[in-house]
């Protein structure tokens, strides 16, 4: 058997899965709360699904679907596969149950495990890599998703008994510094040791002016203040769109803050919890992120700047926040690097046709799973999506601080 290691790590991450499951019932597992999020039951199957459409459909002798109806019902956006079952209608699959989703999951594992014991062209292996990132990329989404779910209901259930599991981690310093770089042409993009997805590559040159990025994330009490100022009825302070956005939705703090007499409170996977002030401020859009930016006299950093400084402070510490709290908002759109080629086929599919409408994320989340983080790595959403666990650090330009 090639891969060893390989092998013993999906078998981990197949596993991860069904544990964040396993606290839901049935019919948690089944609900949709909007659109953008997807069932619990509907994460399993599309996951299992992948597997069984791009590695055992190509390498398993005799190959035979488990399901025929599971091609269409749990495809996700693979218009070279075929038909999908519409996405805002996910939560109306009430059938197959989640013990056939489960059933499901073991017997595409079970055929997975033989052909590691059979098959040897590395395109197998590269093809189980890509599976095992693309779970471990659902696994984040089904803690948002499960999160969105339960805080629409009046009791604000617990999924998770701790507070002290799956929360951003607070800054060891309260008072936010700033972080010079001097002008320079820099790199950025996949180095070529290890796993990448499609979009973090090819790497390429970026001039960089002089900045100064924050040290640290902005916190709860920060973004506190900024709402106090009356911030959500500054229009100066917000770009055209999101000040449409947040007067259609009558918006007037993040995703999940709730105030009452006794203060404010947050909604956690554990349930209403008091408003932690020196935690960092998370499930901000791209609107409110750059409303901040603007209010603090400041600006949200580009990519480059973003992964410049991540690869020259990995090792030395002065950046804290960078991958255990937050994806952190840049102003850069998603666009392709120059050089991009999205691979052939179906698989082809995974990244690069989304690359229009999308603002970057950089770093990683309190809810993104171990070993899943790295300097390149591009996540990318919408300038309204909230749902996930996104905040903000601050950059400045230099020049501006010199006049």
Known sequence: MQYANLIDRWQQVRQRSVSIAAPLSAEDCTAQSMPDASPIKWHLAHTTWFFETFILEQFEAHFQPFHQDFRVLFNSYYNGIGD???????????????????????????????????????????????????????????????KH???????????????????????????????????????????????CFDNESPRHRQFLEPFQLATRLISNAEYLAFIEDGAYRQAALWLAEGWDWVGRHNLQHPLYWHANPQGWQEFSLHGLQPLQLQQPVCHLSYFEASAYAVWAGARLPTEAEWEYAASLHETEGQLSQLFDSCWQWTCSSYSPYPGFMPA???????????????????GASAFTPAGHSRNSYRNFFPATARWQLTGLRLARSLQDQEE
């Not at 149950?97 to 590691?116: P, S």
């Not at 599919?349 to 970057?360: I, P, W």
Request: proline share 6%; with cysteine.
């Open 344 to 362: 052939a086929g179906a698989v082809g599919e995974y990244n690069g046709k989304f690359m229009v409408n999308q603002y970057v994320l950089r």
């Open 149 to 195: 779910l339960l805080s629409c209901n009046p009791l604000y259930p617990a999924l998770y008994a701790s507070p002290a599991d799956l929360q951003p981690s607070a800054a060891t310093c309260t008072v936010l510094t700033w972080q010079n770089y001097d002008a320079c042409l820099c790199e950025i993009g996949h180095q070529g040791k290890g796993f």
């Open 84 to 146: 999908k079952h519409p996405r805002p209608q996910r939560g109306l699959l009430t059938r197959p149950g989640l013990d056939m989703v489960l059933a499901y999951r073991q017997q595409v594992d079970a055929r997975i495990r033989r052909c590691c014991d059979s098959v040897t062209d590395p395109h197998f292996f590269q093809l189980l890599e890509l599976g095992l990132q693309h779970e471990q990329q659902h696994q984040e989404l089904m803690l948002t998703d499960i």
